[in-house]
């Protein structure tokens, strides 16, 4: 509502969906289906300058178990103060994140250009590729082997996509 942080907010993760350690599936072992996150700001109150902000936050984590009730945890955060505009230096944008050099980098309002990660900073570049099937074999793969398995694992695939499209497009016909 006033223009720079959300009033509330959901977030979902199921099992297949990647957290902080791995999948929740990886996380949990199996035994969670979901895990949801809920978030409301309340009390908003105006800053001598006209800005609103919230006093209180109230969070919900919603664990979805697979073999168990669901557990409901909730945390409220009372919020003392903001500070718009801090002065930040150089230290305040160094990151502790561990990425390993060519690793893929999406930049905000840049997503259609290439950039990775150079060990020390986000560079342009283009992220090194995986080797296509008919490369393998320069790798050391044997081709009589993996690479007809490959090459059946790809046609598979394409009929798959095919299938899949096709049954989409009778459905949307039927429907319409």
Aim: aromatic share 10%; glycine share 10%.
């Amino acid at each position: 509502e006033s223009g720079w942080l959300p009033s509330s907010f959901e977030v979902l993760k199921e099992r297949q969906h990647l957290t902080v350690g791995g999948t929740v599936s990886d996380i949990y072992d199996g035994a969670v289906s979901s895990v949801v996150w809920k978030g409301r700001a309340s009390e908003f109150a105006v800053d001598s300058d006209g800005r609103w902000t919230p006093k209180r936050f109230d969070v919900q984590r919603l664990t979805n178990w697979v073999d168990k009730p669901a557990a409901v945890e909730r945390t409220q955060i009372e919020i003392e103060s903001i500070v718009f505009d801090p002065p930040l230096g150089t230290s305040d944008f160094q990151t502790t994140i561990v990425a390993p050099p060519g690793y893929p980098v999406m930049v905000m309002d840049a997503g259609q250009l290439p950039y990775i990660w150079n060990g020390e900073a986000v560079v342009p570049g283009a992220p090194r590729r995986h080797p296509l099937p008919n490369e393998m074999v320069r790798g050391g793969i044997d081709e009589s082997k993996a690479g007809g398995r490959t090459k059946v694992a790809l046609i598979a695939f394409n009929i798959v996509v095919v299938a899949i499209a096709f049954g989409i497009l009778l459905w949307r016909r039927k429907n319409a």
